[in-house]
């Protein structure tokens, strides 16, 4: 029995695939990680991007079970920034990460482009919102926070 269980501790000490850095969170294959300062679209990519050396990207999705577990993760707050906009081509979405959309989870009446919205946040429902990226004069402010996504080792 010690011996199974030291056996099963060295096994999956040496041959995990699937370990995160320090502070993140594993689902499947990949590492997720909140960050709870509020920022503009563009800041919380290069906080992704400078987070670890592996140059994380805000976290796309998908799949409705990776969606749930983002949920989940993120319940402490009602929006938080995902890696979707359409900055290059109004109405084309795109992930920060280049990863195929091939799962999205709109809110009704979503995306709106709104006083041309063009990045994306998930509500505290898990559905998904178009925002503006950052604050234009007279409107409230667009500060999120964010979630950021990398393979895990
Ligand atoms: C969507 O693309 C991702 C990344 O290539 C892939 O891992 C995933 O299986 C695909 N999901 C569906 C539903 O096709
Ligand atoms: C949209 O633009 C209008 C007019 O500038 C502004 O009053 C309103 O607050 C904006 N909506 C949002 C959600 O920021
Ligand atoms: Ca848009
Ligand atoms: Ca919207």
């Known amino acids: 029995m010690l011996f199974s269980i030291l056996l099963a501790v060295f096994v999956s000490g040496t041959f995990s695939q699937s370990t995160c850095p320090s502070g993140w969170t594993l689902f499947q294959s990949n590492c997720y990680r909140l960050f709870d300062q509020k920022v503009y679209y563009y800041d919380a990519m290069v906080g992704c991007a400078n987070s670890v050396t592996a140059h994380p ?3 796309s999705i ?4 990776e969606n749930t577990f983002l949920q ?3 319940s402490a707050y009602d929006y938080v920034w995902i890696g979707l906009h359409d900055m290059t081509t109004e109405g084309t979405f795109q992930w920060t990460d280049a990863s ?3 799962f ?9 482009n709104l006083n041309d919205s063009d ?7 898990g559905t998904w ?3 503006e990226c950052e604050r234009k004069f007279g409107h409230t402010t667009p500060a999120k926070a964010y979630v950021c996504k990398t393979r895990a080792v």
Not at 119 to 125: G, T
């Open 72 to 74: 989940t993760f993120v």
């Open 104 to 112: 999205t989870n709109w809110a009704g009446g979503q995306p709106d």
């Open 119 to 125: 990045c994306v946040f998930m509500l505290r429902d």
């Open 129 to 131: 919102d178009d925002g």
């Open 100 to 102: 195929p959309v091939n």
């Open 57 to 59: 990207n805000l976290a």
């Open 62 to 65: 998908h799949s409705a079970e």
